[in-house]
């Protein structure tokens, strides 16, 4: 039994130093990227809406592609709903639905 | 007896649309009253209409580079919604509209009908092209040089 307990705590430990210090593990190698957090998470007040146009130009390309989870940093939740809005903001052309470059 | 009298619950929704830019005050506030008496005659309550202006629009709609946008909001039934959408669907002036339900179980007296807004839109001149230099923040450093990224400029 305590020794379940122990190895429980460990991988607890383990965790949490993943998460914990930035920029230390800068450089040392893959997997230690800085902490990403959801902006939508982070502030309360922040919703995600498909007329704010502002906003959702943080989470597409320039040539107008959503930005993936892992590199915008958005919770799972709100990811889906950032997809959403910027889906429904197309339609309205706020947002376009790609760019051509030359 | 306080449960006697019920009172009708609405939805609340908001419906934007599209209507061509070279359209006059006058053409644009026929298409609000016209709104407005659909939504007070069936059984719904009209809350705000906001006119957001002619506004560059990131790709041609109508064949024409900007558009005015209308922003209302209202609340009513689903029947309601869907003979709004009938009647702008009729009118050749707007080009687009999209309905959104924002709420349920709304009780109309708690929601107080309000002044249009009009809001002045695009400046003509000031016109950014889409991704400009705020655009920064993405950088690819940020992400330790993850793989995505292969196909950005």
Redesign the interface.
């Known amino acids: 039994m305590a020794f379940k307990e122990s190895k429980k705590s460990d991988r607890g430990g383990d965790r949490g130093e993943r998460g914990g210090d930035e920029g230390d593990d800068k450089g040392r190698g893959r997997g230690f990227a800085r902490k990403k957090v959801c902006r939508f998470c982070a502030d309360k007040n922040a919703k995600v809406d498909y007329k704010d146009q502002p906003t959702l130009k943080y989470f597409v390309t320039e040539r107008g592609k959503i930005i993936p989870r892992r590199i915008s940093g958005n919770c799972a939740l709100h990811q889906r709903a950032v997809a959403k809005a910027i889906k429904q903001s197309r339609g309205l052309a706020l947002i376009p639905y790609l760019v051509l470059q030359g | 007896m306080a449960e006697a009298q019920k009172v009708a619950r609405l939805r609340e929704y908001e419906t934007?649309f599209?209507v061509k830019p070279d359209l006059t005050d006058d053409t644009v506030d026929k298409v609000k009253d016209r709104v407005r008496t659909i939504v007070n005659r069936d059984g719904g309550k009209f809350l705000r209409f906001t006119i957001w202006g002619k506004k560059k629009?990131?790709?041609p709609?109508a064949k024409q580079p900007r558009?005015i946008?209308i922003?209302a909001h209202y609340l009513g039934g689903s029947v309601l919604v869907a003979e709004v959408e009938r009647n702008l669907r009729n009118y050749d002036e707007v080009s687009?509209f999209?309905s959104?339900r924002l709420a349920d179980d709304i009780d109309p007296e708690t929601r107080q009908v309000q002044e249009d807004v009009k809001l002045a839109g695009d400046v003509d001149g000031d016109n950014k092209p889409?991704?400009g230099a705020e655009?920064e923040?993405?950088g690819r450093d940020?992400?330790?040089g993850?793989d995505?990224g292969g196909?950005?400029?």
Request: net charge negative; charged share 30%; proline share 4%.
């Open positions: 934007v599209l629009t990131m790709y709609v558009a946008y922003h687009r999209m959104k889409f991704g655009r923040d993405f940020e992400y330790g993850d995505f196909d950005l400029p």
